[in-house]
């Protein structure tokens, strides 16, 4: 994907667009997947980066919902079990199978949850991953040999999916892309065009060059996540509020605190809710917090408290509890939950369902939803937006649409196996080289090269955060590279001495919301 060629087709087509999606996370690219693949003439529009919010910033998980069962919310459940199989199917080489250890404490607990997970598996049917199962304290320890010993009696394991956000969104890009639709980053919309009251188009900023343009649509979608408020009350000044923005944050350690392969599944937090460690690209992933929010920032922060939540909380099943000084990364992100209609309601308590709404003036706006259930998001999108702007009828095909760089056997040994079938083309490049510039975290020159030249990388914090994930892994390491990365994309670019310097400060100031003040 060249962002100079997908701009320059957006601005210059003389008809209109059938349909415009604003919002490049995983709803908006999902739409752009699935209008596309139905032969929809297609443009999506993101004014930041792809997957720069909440998009990224998951526990990485492809689930059903254990804690959607428990709170008896079972469409939920059956609906995302189903979606967790053919995402698993149709990106097996972004998406795998995990193990999840219950560690039980209580004589009941183990019963408790085998029986709530055999549920599980059946409702998963034919597209489940594998049984659930009880087990003793000895089989509990040699999974997670991290695992507090002390009031162990056993624990059940039991399969669900894990996957990596940033790159199934990248992915998604290309798999719009590769069936002509266009897609553009760095470029908001500003404005929208009406007539008779009813929309017909779009304004949008070249975030980059700050130039706008008028593009005309048949119909808008608004898949803006945690922003969608924004374009609803552009469209319609007075239009209530309909997003209730919950806080998710994770901390990242060592792999010493799991020194296994297996994930564990925290049962009971002091707020109720179910905490996560799950190994991941060399580290573990700890999460996540659940922290009503009033302001929506592209940027989130985590909260001290929701620090000091995780750390105890993990720590109560651990023999070596983690401490601030074991965190290497931290990241938060803000989930698009969709208000419920009585006020008050604890975020843990909203629906994660997705809601698909339709303004007076025609905007097709998309609320809530989850990476899992992004396809079925996508589809019930596409099919309103057909309908909203006239378009011939055309069935969804993404049930069995393989995602970009499909590969069923691949390598997870491989770094690079998030790549897929593009992993030959990267090594091929032999511009920079294949060995890494890290003994922390592997990346290599030629990715770097190959997220500028195909992924529409504009930046630094492009490279380390989305087309790589080594900001979310090791922040004190991302800060001594970040030199080195700027100075590869400029060569490759031609960009000057200024643009390197700009780039180092700008990402620089940005580490500073991935690390814990000492």
């Known amino acids: 994907m060249k962002r100079k060629d997908h701009l320059k087709k957006a601005i210059s087509r003389n008809k209109p667009w059938d349909i415009v999606i604003i919002g490049g996370g995983a709803s908006g690219l999902g739409a752009a997947v699935d209008a596309a693949s139905r032969g929809y003439k297609t443009l999506l529009l993101e004014k930041y980066d792809f997957a720069k919010g909440t998009s990224s910033r998951s526990t990485k998980l492809v689930h059903g919902g254990v804690r959607y069962l428990q709170n008896g919310d079972i469409s939920l459940v059956v609906e995302a079990l189903k979606e967790r199989g053919i995402m698993r199917k149709n990106a097996p080489h972004l998406v795998r199978d995990l193990s999840f250890v219950i560690p039980s404490y209580d004589w009941w607990n183990s019963p408790f949850y085998g029986i709530g997970l055999k549920i599980y598996d059946m409702m998963a049917g034919n597209l489940g991953l594998g049984p659930s199962t009880m087990l003793d304290r000895e089989e509990t320890m040699e999974l997670i040999p991290n695992v507090k010993k002390e009031g162990l009696r056993g624990g059940v394991i039991y399969q669900d999916g894990q996957f990596d956000d940033a790159r199934m969104a990248v992915s998604l890009a290309q798999t719009a892309a590769n069936h002509k639709a266009f897609l553009v980053n760095y470029c908001g919309v500003t404005d929208l065009i009406k007539k008779d009251n009813m929309i017909e188009g779009v304004v949008i900023k070249d975030e980059i060059t700050q130039t706008s343009y008028s593009i005309a649509a048949k119909v808008v979608v ?35 605190f799991l020194n296994g392969p297996h994930a564990i599944m925290v049962p009971h937090t002091t707020d109720g809710r179910v905490l996560f460690a799950v190994p991941w690209n060399g580290y573990v992933v700890v999460g996540t917090t659940d922290t009503q929010m009033e302001e929506t920032l592209v940027e989130p922060v985590a909260l001290e408290k929701e620090i000091e939540f995780i750390l105890e909380n993990a720590g109560a099943y651990m023999t070596t509890p983690p401490t601030r000084s074991d965190v290497k990364s931290v990241f938060s992100g803000l989930r698009p939950l969709a208000a419920p209609d009585e006020d008050g309601a604890a975020t843990k308590e909203i629906s994660r369902h997705h809601k698909v709404i339709v303004s007076t003036s025609g905007l097709v706006s998309i609320l809530g939803g989850k990476w899992t259930t992004y396809r ?33 056997n691949s390598d997870w040994s491989d770094a690079l196996h998030v790549y897929g079938t593009d992993i030959e083309k990267i090594k091929a490049l032999d511009d920079q080289g294949n060995d890494s510039l890290s003994k922390e ?49 400029a060569d490759e670019c031609g960009y000057d001495s200024d643009w390197i310097d700009r780039e180092v400060s700008s990402f620089l100031t940005l580490c500073n919301n991935y690390r814990l003040a000492e």
């Open 222 to 256: 608004n898949a803006t996540g945690v922003f969608s408020d924004d374009i609803m009350q552009m469209d319609q000044p007075k239009a209530k509020k309909r997003i209730k923005p919950s806080q998710g944050v994770h901390i990242v350690l060592d792999k010493r």
């Open 376 to 408: 079925k998001m996508a589809e019930d999108i596409v099919n309103t937006a057909q309908s909203v702007g006239g378009l011939p009828e055309r069935s969804c095909i993404t049930h069995n649409l393989p995602i970009h760089g499909y590969d069923y």
């Open 441 to 489: 975290i592997s990346l290599t020159p030629n990715q770097i090269l190959w997220a500028v030249r195909e992924e529409m990388a504009m930046s630094v914090e492009d490279v380390l955060a989305r087309r790589t994930r080594a900001l979310f892994l090791n922040v004190e390491e991302c800060i001594r590279l970040a030199p080195q990365i700027a100075k590869i994309m």
